[in-house]
Structure formats: structure tokens, C-alpha cells
């Protein structure tokens, strides 16, 4: 089965710029998105969330027809991380345990699945921390642990690495390129290299039109 399945995708801000994604068809695993700076990569990314919707010939997610009715429960099962870290005003534990506490999983488990995925990050050190009190590169692995530890169906990286060092990048390279045995991902990357080497595919963005 496909996991999306687009065929004639548009969606505009306004009349100056609008994404038109002919066809798009990815199976489970890895792929990434590459582009020059204010292609659409990010509202790309925005719409396969089902935060934007935009008009379409065919968008099917899993096998099922994308509509209207069903745009809250897709977007309960896949995950957009943002390029720049957004963290609520309090703990790093809080924080990525957010996803897990209105599942309604209970203590221990939360417990268990944050420790687990803090481990996975190198950031269990920090988990009482005040997200304030945390640094650029902690708090990128705090909105990536927070995407994933709900294992979601997909999860959608926007710049996973940009404004990290060497060691916090090969950190979340490494995690992702793990990770992505059992989760589907897909990357937005101006590092054409990270994409060849984390992707089975990369896709190529430009003025809002898609190439592969
Ligand atoms: N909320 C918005 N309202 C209007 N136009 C927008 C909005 N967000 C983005 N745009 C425009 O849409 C176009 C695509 O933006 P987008 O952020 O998707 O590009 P990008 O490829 O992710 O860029 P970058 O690599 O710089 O992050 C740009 O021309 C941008 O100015």
C-alpha cells in the first residue's frame, strides 16, 4: 500500500506563490525533499500533515481517499517538527511527554517511553530542565523526541539538523537513520549529502513545482 498517493495537489497562500505537486507517490520508509530557499518545501510538508489543505485530484493517505471529515484523525497519526524548536513553558520531560499524556497512556508508560527516547537523543540529562533553561541544540532533540514518541505513522522533519553542530548532528542523523526502520520519514534538507545519506529517495523542489 502507498503511503500518499497525490495526483494534482495545489494549495496558494495568495496569488504570489502556489504549490503545485503533479504527482507524489512514496511506499514506506525514508525520502527526503531538497530546494532552493522558498520553493514550498515547508508548505509541502505542511499539507502532507494535513495542516494546509489545498484543492486536489487524488490524495490518498494509506489507502484512504483525504477529506474534509477525516483531516482531525490524520493529523492525530502523523507529526510535523517545525524547522525552529517550539517548547511549552515547562519541563523537558513535560515537554515530550505531551504527546503521550492526551493519548491517555498511563504514568508508567509515559515514564518509560520518554526515558527511552531521551536515551535515543542523548538528551536524558536534562529532563527536569525548564525548556528555557536548555540550549538550541537540546531543544531541536526535545521537538524531535516529542514527534516520535508517540510513533506516529509518519513524521515530517523540517531542517532536522540546520543550526547544529557536527556532534548533535551526526547525533539526529543517527537517530533518524534508526529510527526510520519502523517509522516512516520524510526530510526537508538544504545538505544534499544528509538526504542521500539518511533517504532511499530525495525529491527536488522548485518554484512550488515538484522533480524526481
Ligand atoms: N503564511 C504565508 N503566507 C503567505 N506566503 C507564505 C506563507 N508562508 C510561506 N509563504 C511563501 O510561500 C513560498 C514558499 O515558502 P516555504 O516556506 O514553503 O519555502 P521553503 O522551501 O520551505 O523555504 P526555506 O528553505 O527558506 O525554509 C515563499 O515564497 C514564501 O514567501
Same mark, same amino acid.
Not at 483531516?71 to 507529526?79: A, C, D, G, P
Not at 514527534?147 to 515530517?156: A, I, R, S, T
Given at each position: 500500500?502507498?503511503?500518499?498517493?497525490?495526483?494534482?495537489?495545489?494549495?496558494?497562500?495568495?496569488?504570489?506563490?502556489?504549490?503545485?505537486?503533479?504527482?507524489?507517490?512514496?511506499?514506506?520508509?525514508?525520502?527526503?525533499?531538497?530546494?532552493?530557499?522558498?520553493?514550498? @518545501?515547508?508548505?509541502?510538508? &505542511?499539507? &502532507?500533515?494535513?495542516?494546509?489543505?489545498?484543492?486536489?485530484?487524488?490524495?490518498?493517505?494509506?489507502?484512504?481517499?483525504?477529506?474534509?471529515?477525516?483531516?482531525?484523525?490524520?493529523? @492525530? *497519526?502523523?507529526?510535523?517538527?517545525?524547522? #525552529?524548536?517550539?517548547?511549552?513553558?515547562?519541563?523537558?520531560?513535560?515537554?515530550?511527554?505531551?504527546? &503521550?499524556?492526551?493519548? =491517555?497512556?498511563? $504514568?508508567?508508560? *509515559?515514564?518509560?517511553?520518554?526515558?527511552?527516547?531521551?536515551?535515543?537523543?542523548? *538528551?536524558?540529562?536534562?529532563?527536569?530542565?525548564?525548556?528555557? =533553561?536548555?540550549? %538550541? %541544540? =537540546?531543544?531541536?532533540?526535545?521537538?524531535?523526541?516529542? %514527534?516520535?514518541?508517540?510513533?506516529?505513522?509518519?513524521?515530517?522533519?523540517?531542517?532536522?539538523?540546520? $543550526?547544529?553542530? $557536527?556532534?548533535?548532528?551526526?547525533?539526529?542523523?543517527?537517530?533518524?537513520?534508526?529510527?526510520?526502520? @519502523?517509522?516512516?520519514? *520524510?526530510?526537508?534538507? #538544504?545538505?544534499?549529502? =544528509? &538526504?542521500?545519506?539518511?533517504?532511499?529517495?530525495?525529491?527536488?523542489?522548485?518554484?512550488?513545482?515538484?522533480?524526481?
Amino acid at each position: 500500500m502507498m503511503l500518499y498517493e497525490i495526483d494534482g495537489l495545489s494549495f496558494s497562500y495568495d496569488s504570489k506563490f502556489t504549490l503545485y505537486i503533479e504527482k507524489f507517490e512514496i511506499e514506506n520508509g525514508i525520502v527526503g525533499i531538497t530546494g532552493p530557499s522558498g520553493s514550498g @518545501k515547508t508548505t509541502f510538508l &505542511l499539507n &502532507l500533515a494535513f495542516l494546509y489543505t489545498g484543492r486536489w485530484k487524488i490524495f490518498r493517505f494509506m489507502g484512504e481517499d483525504v477529506s474534509n471529515e477525516g483531516l482531525q484523525r490524520l493529523r @492525530k *497519526i502523523v507529526t510535523y517538527v517545525p524547522q #525552529h524548536p517550539v517548547l511549552f513553558r515547562k519541563s523537558v520531560f513535560d515537554n515530550i511527554a505531551y504527546p &503521550l499524556k492526551i493519548r =491517555q497512556l498511563s $504514568d508508567e508508560q *509515559i515514564k518509560e517511553k520518554v526515558c527511552k527516547i531521551a536515551e535515543q537523543l542523548f *538528551i536524558q540529562d536534562i529532563l527536569e530542565k525548564k525548556a528555557w =533553561q536548555i540550549s %538550541g %541544540g =537540546q531543544a531541536k532533540r526535545v521537538c524531535i523526541a516529542r %514527534g516520535f514518541v508517540f510513533e506516529p505513522k509518519v513524521v515530517l522533519l523540517d531542517e532536522p539538523t540546520s $543550526d547544529l553542530d $557536527d556532534t548533535n548532528k551526526q547525533m539526529v542523523e543517527n537517530f533518524v537513520l534508526k529510527t526510520s526502520e @519502523k517509522t516512516n520519514i *520524510i526530510v526537508v534538507s #538544504h545538505d544534499k549529502e =544528509q &538526504l542521500s545519506r539518511l533517504c532511499e529517495r530525495v525529491f527536488f523542489l522548485e518554484n512550488g513545482r515538484l522533480y524526481f
